[in-house]
């Protein structure tokens, strides 16, 4: 069960130094602050973009809702891999910035240690926001954050190494469409797809669109949809449509693979647009095909702004300004082009096909992504991921069956997730 946000921060999150911290008084909620608090004029803010310095449109942004806000920003860029530790025990410590940014799966994570407080307690208005985006930020039922942006995943193609298959990119609606398209790509001496099938993550997010395009569930991993979509990746490295190189792939060496104009199709994100752009050859985006037809959910990347749980709940009401600030819609334009993402909300994303029409298709797959931790999974997502990539890892060595490994995968994620 997750704390409330007017409780007591959880321990025993696998940090051992956080164990010897006290634990701070609870706080009231916000509606219960008093109204004379005086706001303090310096405002932490911490997210996971340390590539931005202070030039950045980026930290100009967030220095500009400061002022319109009245206080002043001190924000901090951390790696991704550091910013969840490193709230964790500040929250402990009573020191928790007062707007965090976050990768979406980290949500539900802080908001079950009691991390975070919710939409409805800060008056944040998520009304907006695409429900299917605003998932991944959700759990119990409660919302505890506001997306600001979100990428995903699509199939890029090499419009010469297809037009030389005598492929029609327009075709690939399925999976049996874009196997054939493989098969004639091969044929014609080109070389079929890559993608990332690395033991980690990436490799589970990677491998998501297929799972839940084949109609998957994740809480039963061994469902003939989730082995046949086991079966397409070891069928397709068996054929050689794919390289074995996928084995070890992380989404980057799978992307250089494709640029080196080699490949007719490349599963890759959002975020790979500017080096498209540079490849020296024509490309074009589809949808990551569901097996019956049209597109397959995949899932969603991006962070949330969230207002973390304060001893001093005076502070709310300028943190509220801050998030509102940052999301509403002039500047949820900004963000999601600075950040390269697709902004969370139909109207903002209206204005992005206008003044880029490449990114119609990523708004189209946006509408049908999925947040990893959402269908309620929060921590557990993590639990059921690790046995995915196994499984994954194992059907395309060929150490095992894709029923077998799947049917191993879903035993230690339910074991796990007890």
Do not use: H
């Not at 500040?90 to 799966?105: E, R």
């Not at 993608?195 to 669109?209: H, Y």
């Not at 991993?221 to 070890?248: F, H, M, Q, R």
């Amino acid at each position: 069960m997750r704390s409330s946000a007017s409780g007591r921060i959880a321990t025993g999150l696998g940090l051992a130094l956080l164990a010897a911290c006290s634990t701070p008084s609870a706080p009231s909620a916000v509606e219960e602050a008093p109204a004379s608090a005086a706001a303090p004029s310096a405002y932490t803010i911490w997210d996971p973009y340390p590539q931005y310095d202070g030039s950045s449109e980026w930290v100009r942004l967030l220095e500009a809702c400061g002022t319109q806000a009245g206080v002043t920003v001190e924000r901090t860029g951390y790696d991704t891999s550091d910013l969840t530790n490193k709230v964790l025990l500040a929250a402990q410590q009573g020191n928790a910035p007062d707007v965090l940014i976050v990768d979406n799966p980290v949500v539900s994570t802080l908001a079950e240690a009691g991390v975070l407080t919710t939409t409805a307690e800060n008056k944040l208005d998520v009304s907006a926001v695409s429900p299917n985006l605003l998932g991944a930020g959700q759990s119990g039922g409660e919302t505890f954050g506001v997306p600001i942006g979100a990428n995903t995943l699509a199939l890029y193609y090499n419009k010469d190494v297809l037009d030389k298959a005598g492929v029609d990119p327009a075709s690939v609606t399925d999976w049996a469409a874009l196997t054939a398209a493989l098969e004639k790509v091969t044929k014609s001496g080109g070389k079929g797809i890559t993608f990332s099938a690395i033991g980690t993550e990436e490799g589970s997010f990677q491998f998501l669109p297929w799972f839940w395009g084949s109609g998957a569930n994740l809480t039963k991993l061994d469902s003939p949809e989730g082995v046949a979509a086991v079966t397409l990746w070891t069928d397709w490295l068996k054929k050689g449509y794919a390289p074995n190189s996928v084995i070890n792939n992380t989404q980057t060496t799978s992307w250089q693979e494709f640029a080196t104009g080699e490949y007719a199709f490349a599963e890759n994100g959002t975020w790979q647009l500017a080096n498209a752009e540079k490849a020296g050859f024509p490309y074009g985006v589809i949808p990551i095909p569901a097996k019956a037809g049209g597109p397959a959910p995949a899932p969603t990347g991006g962070e949330f702004v969230s207002i973390p749980v304060q001893q001093d709940t005076g502070r709310y009401a300028a943190s509220q300004q801050l998030v509102a600030c940052l999301t509403n819609g002039e500047n949820s334009l900004k963000t999601t082009t600075t950040l390269s993402y697709i902004a969370p909300t139909d109207s903002v994303q209206q204005q992005q096909v206008a003044a880029d029409a490449k990114l119609g298709v990523w708004v189209e797959a946006v509408k049908v992504a999925k947040g990893r931790t959402g269908d309620d999974l929060g921590t557990k997502y993590p639990k059921i991921s690790e046995p995915i990539w196994g499984a994954v890892q194992a059907a395309l060595s060929s150490s095992k069956p894709p029923q077998e490994a799947m049917t191993e995968a879903q035993t230690a994620a339910a074991s796990a997730t007890q």
